[in-house]
């Protein structure tokens, strides 16, 4: 499914059947009270019941929604910024793939704390694309920054290659030399030609043969996991809409690229915003957008330089 637009789903299905269902109970209800009564005791629990067995399930199943370039293994998926993996009614892992600084974030939604991991699955696996990364997912996900933990990369530093030695060559001596025919002797190699050589006589033995070995393929290995409590250092970091172009504003749900450089240019004319509140109203967003994206920014005063946004060029990244 993609952002700008929404396609109708199996739930669109259920929930159609149920409007059906109700609409022909209530007008059978007016000729047959006591029985109808009776039906709907007995229906009623077993289609909820039903039809969150099928919605959970349906949940389980999302990578079937997801495309096959992104998925990596079983309950598996990636891209070149992060990759999720989920397991079933346990928990949910989202894990960045480039280190940046030697360090790499995520974060791991357990059941056992309360989180709908099946559920979170499926929003997942529904808007996951190339653009997917662990700050989006933990906007669409509602994790708080707290609870995202950052790790130092195993990665060693490339050791510096020893430069190779010059080696002169004498080319004095290159060229074509001459020789005597009365000098040329036969090749020791070539002597005793005229005798056959019978030890050819002999024939291979094709058990004695050694067989070559397998050739094993290498294995790829899926990315490494970390619990949270095996991490114990934790980070967040906030846009300050006053200082950053429009690469980074351009990541906040709501606003895409050609919002956020009128944004800049906004502030380049008007000067700074005075608070996040200032800042919304200028951006002009979505109502329901406006909890996340101040979760994410702040307005100071002090203008540092922003990041180049050559490579944000036309995205459009709509929740």
């Known amino acids: 499914m993609s952002y700008y637009g929404r396609k109708y789903s199996k739930y669109d299905f259920y929930v159609g059947l149920a409007a059906f269902v109700v609409v022909a109970m209530v007008k059978f209800w007016i000729y047959y009270p006591t029985l ?6 007995v229906i009623i629990p077993l289609t909820i019941f039903g039809g969150n067995w099928l919605i959970d399930r ?13 998925v990596k293994g079983q309950n598996t998926i990636g891209n070149a910024h992060c990759t999720v993996k989920f397991e079933p009614d346990s ?16 974060f791991t ?9 099946n559920k979170l699955w499926s929003e997942v696996c529904r808007l996951f694309d190339d653009y997917s990364n662990i700050r989006t997912l933990s906007l669409l996900l509602d994790v708080p920054n707290s609870q995202i933990i950052t790790l130092e990369s195993k990665a060693k530093p490339t050791e510096p290659q020893t430069p190779s030695r010059q080696i002169n060559i004498d080319n004095s001596n290159i060229g074509p030399k001459f020789v005597e025919m009365g000098a040329i002797v036969p090749d020791r190699f070539g002597r005793g030609g005229e005798t056959p050589n019978k030890g050819g006589q002999d024939f291979v033995n094709l058990d004695n043969i050694n067989k070559a070995k397998p050739v094993n393929e290498r294995q790829q290995q899926e990315p490494e996991f970390v619990e949270m409590k095996d991490a114990f250092a934790t980070t967040s970091t906030k846009i300050d809409v006053n ?39 200028v951006a002009n ?35």
Do not use: W
Request: aromatic share 6%; with cysteine; proline share 2%.
């Open 109 to 117: 939604l357990l059941k056992k704390d309360g989180y709908k991991v």
């Open 243 to 281: 200082s950053v172009e429009a690469a980074e504003l351009s990541v906040l749900p709501g606003i895409n690229i050609v919002q956020a450089k009128k944004l800049v240019e906004h502030r380049n004319i008007n000067g700074l915003f005075k608070s996040v509140e200032e800042f919304i109203e």
């Open 91 to 106: 928990k949910l892992i989202v894990m960045e793939n480039i280190a940046r600084n030697n360090q790499k974030q995520m």
């Open 58 to 70: 349906d949940n389980k199943n999302s990578i079937k929604s997801v495309s096959i370039s992104f």
């Open 36 to 41: 109808c009564t009776i039906i709907a005791l």
């Open 285 to 319: 967003v979505k109502p329901h957008f406006v909890s996340k994206i101040k979760s994410m920014i702040v307005a100071n005063s002090v203008n540092d330089n922003g990041n180049d946004d050559d490579n944000y060029e036309g995205r459009i990244v709509d929740f």
